[in-house]
């Protein structure tokens, strides 16, 4: 039986970044995205399409997503959440 998923979003020193940790490796190699175009991996241009998000960086078994100012985490979160669930459960 497959380990049950976990995520664990966390704060940066950088207010507009946050770090979701997860019991999986999702990158073998950093890998800075700014634009959809630049994605291979459909959880990422899904991300990257969510509102407010401007930069998703992958490296191991986390997840950085970079937001504009003036958007919500408490909005943003459950979505980025959701959509790297989908993509790793």
């Known amino acids: ?6 995520i664990a979003p966390s704060g940066t020193p ?8 997860l019991n999986r490796t999702v990158a073998a190699k950093g890998t800075t995205y700014r634009d959809a ?9 899904q991300l990257l ?5 401007t930069q ?7 997840v950085s997503v970079t ?3 003036g958007t919500d ?3 943003m979160g459950p979505k980025i959440e959701e959509i790297l669930r989908q993509a790793f459960a």
Request: glycine share 2%; net charge negative.
């Open 1 to 6: 039986m497959a380990e049950l998923l976990t």
């Open 14 to 21: 950088n207010p507009n970044a946050m770090k979701f940790t």
């Open 37 to 45: 175009a630049s994605a291979e991996a459909p959880w990422v241009k």
């Open 49 to 53: 399409a969510v509102e407010g998000v």
């Open 56 to 62: 998703v960086f992958t490296l191991n078994d986390f």
């Open 67 to 69: 937001k504009s100012s």
């Open 73 to 75: 985490w408490n909005v």
